[in-house]
């Protein structure tokens, strides 16, 4: 037993010396900021698949969820305590940047982390139970400028979020001073979902492809505009947009992942490159249609320019919207 354990002792110390570790590829997990059932839970699934279908990874990615800040939680326990972890992705949206924009983060800023990646693009759109009243967006807009008090908005975010955006410019479409509607905020789509089944809100201000997804699972919703300059192909095509309406809001939102600070360039690299190969191939291409992404690939260091590019946009909208910036 002593000679076991010495003998363990040694291989961990010359583990340490040669700076032996663990390939980015193996034991590979995925973070997704908040509770089951959104996007983030999306975005690490599509990677889950299409990674396997690949074969780039050999088994299957574990999918990890971490609530709390609208991503923030994540963001810190990345940086703080898992920096270095070279087979953890982390999945992000653009609602995670404009978070960082007004300084929900914390201490940390945009350049805390390494941007690994955009897999695809989404839009925001305005999500009704199917027993609502609302058959329009039209609808909704009447009905919030005749009493804002009487129409409750939910979303997967705080005052200043992503989601809280989309609902404040159709609120603003009303003729409403987005401080005078009323908005519910939740940890994330899944849960403000539930709430708009619950009747406890009217309107959810979500994403397309989240929308699609719960259709299909049997969702008792129904999307009322989606907000692109364009109609969106594929299962929603037959959903006009926010434009269509006489409304002219367009919200993109890029899905993607990040990794810690301290991942070194090969493995994160290597992960680039995968990624790429990923979705350079017609899989890639049907598995991102059937979650309603569009395409919209940028990997290694145009994913990490877009990024902060992002970030720098976003701090124009928060000064227009009169958003406070946390210290």
């Not at 000679?3 to 997704?32: D, H, Y």
């Not at 609902?167 to 001073?177: E, F, I, N, P």
């Not at 789509?189 to 979500?206: C, D, I, K, N, P």
């Amino acid at each position: 037993m002593k000679f076991k354990t010495t003998a363990l002792s040694l291989a961990l110390a010359f583990a340490a010396t040669t700076g032996f570790s663990a390939g980015p590829f193996e034991k590979t997990e995925c973070i997704a900021p908040a509770k089951p059932g959104g996007g983030f839970d999306l975005t690490c699934k599509l990677a889950q698949s299409a990674l396997m279908d690949s074969k780039v990874i050999a088994d299957p990615m574990r999918v990890t969820y971490m609530p709390g800040g609208i991503g923030a939680v994540a963001y810190n326990s990345v940086i703080a305590q898992r920096p270095g972890e070279n087979n953890t992705i982390v999945a992000y949206s653009s609602g995670s940047l404009l978070n960082l924009a007004q300084g929900k983060f914390g201490r940390y800023s945009e350049n805390d982390v390494r941007w690994l990646a955009v897999i695809g693009a989404d839009f925001g759109a305005v999500i009704v139970s199917d027993s609502s009243p609302f058959k329009s967006l039209k609808d909704v807009l009447a009905a919030v400028k005749a009493d804002p008090t009487k129409v409750v908005f939910g979303a997967g975010g705080t005052v200043g979020s992503q989601d809280w955006m989309k609902a404040a410019l159709t609120a603003k479409a009303a003729g409403v001073d987005p401080k005078a509607m009323r908005f519910v905020a939740f940890e994330g789509g899944g849960e403000a979902m539930t709430a708009l089944q619950g009747g406890h809100v009217h309107v959810y201000s979500g994403d397309a492809s989240e929308a699609m997804q719960q259709q299909k699972a049997g969702t008792k919703i129904r999307v009322l505009a989606v907000m692109a300059d364009k109609r969106l192909p594929g299962d929603l095509a037959s959903i006009p947009t926010a434009k269509e309406q006489g409304v002219d809001i367009v919200w993109p939102i890029v899905r993607g992942f990040y990794m810690g600070p301290k991942v070194s360039d090969a493995d994160f690299n290597a992960w680039s490159t995968a990624f790429k190969k990923m979705m350079d191939t017609p899989a890639y291409d049907k598995l991102r249609a059937e979650r309603g992404l569009f395409p919209f690939d940028l990997v290694g260091a145009e994913a990490d320019a877009h990024a902060k590019k992002q970030v720098t946009g976003y701090h124009k909208l928060i000064q227009e919207f009169g958003l406070a910036v946390a210290k």
